[in-house]
């Protein structure tokens, strides 16, 4: 955070929603190396910056990235009850959007920019363009992040490949 001011603004920008006991679940649920809650805080974190150092709705930025990802449960179950109904568009990078605007309209008081920032974070897998400025924000935020797990995530595996290699256990 840039400064003190910034944290106690943050926080209570995102106050109802950090306190839920439902998005707490979001600790729970794995995001590449990580959890849902973790990963959704950075998103929006650092969107909330950039985009009042931008001059545009840090507000409404901070709550959609926060709830761009709520959803509790675990990917590989989603996924795996997409492919037995063989619908492509079930699988979990095209309709979690869809579950995260649901779980966040159930439970907060959303605006139209923040159900396009949440609906349009997957933007292009979703094939549907983001409509704010925020929105696109969010959206590449979301992406420069998640490249950024996966590519730690990544580099950390093959390193411990190699380490067990070296010590000499037989390795494929």
Same mark, same amino acid.
């Given at each position: =955070?840039?400064?003190?001011? %910034? ?5 209570? #920008?995102?106050?109802?929603? #950090?306190?839920?006991?439902? !998005? ?8 590449? %190396? +990580?959890?849902?809650? @973790? ?7 650092? +969107? ?14 901070? *709550? &959609? &990235?926060? @709830?761009? %990802? ?24 095209? +309709? ?7 779980? +966040?309209?159930?439970? !907060?008081?959303?605006?139209?920019? /923040? ?7 997957? !933007? ?9 400025? /925020? ?17 730690? =995530?990544? !580099?950390? %595996?093959?390193?411990?490949? *190699?380490? #067990? ?8």
């Amino acid at each position: =955070m840039r400064s003190k001011t %910034d944290v106690c603004e943050y926080r209570s #920008i995102v106050a109802d929603i #950090i306190t839920n006991k439902d !998005f707490l679940q979001t600790a729970n649920v794995r995001h590449h %190396d +990580s959890t849902v809650y @973790l990963h959704s805080l950075k998103v929006s974190l650092l +969107s909330y910056h950039l985009a009042k150092k931008l001059g545009w709705n840090y507000h409404e930025t901070a *709550r &959609a &990235a926060l @709830l761009h %990802d709520f959803f509790t449960e675990r990917r590989r179950d989603i996924d795996k009850a997409s492919r037995e109904k063989c619908s492509f568009k079930n699988m979990h990078g095209f +309709s979690h959007p869809y579950t995260a605007l649901k779980n +966040s309209q159930e439970r !907060f008081e959303i605006s139209a920019r /923040e159900a396009d920032i949440i609906v349009k974070h997957m !933007f292009p897998l979703t094939l549907r363009f983001p409509r704010y400025k /925020e929105s696109w924000l969010v959206t590449l935020v979301d992406k420069y992040l998640a490249s950024k797990e996966v590519s730690v =995530m990544l !580099f950390r %595996d093959i390193l411990l490949h *190699r380490y #067990i290699k070296r010590l000499g256990f037989n390795v494929n």
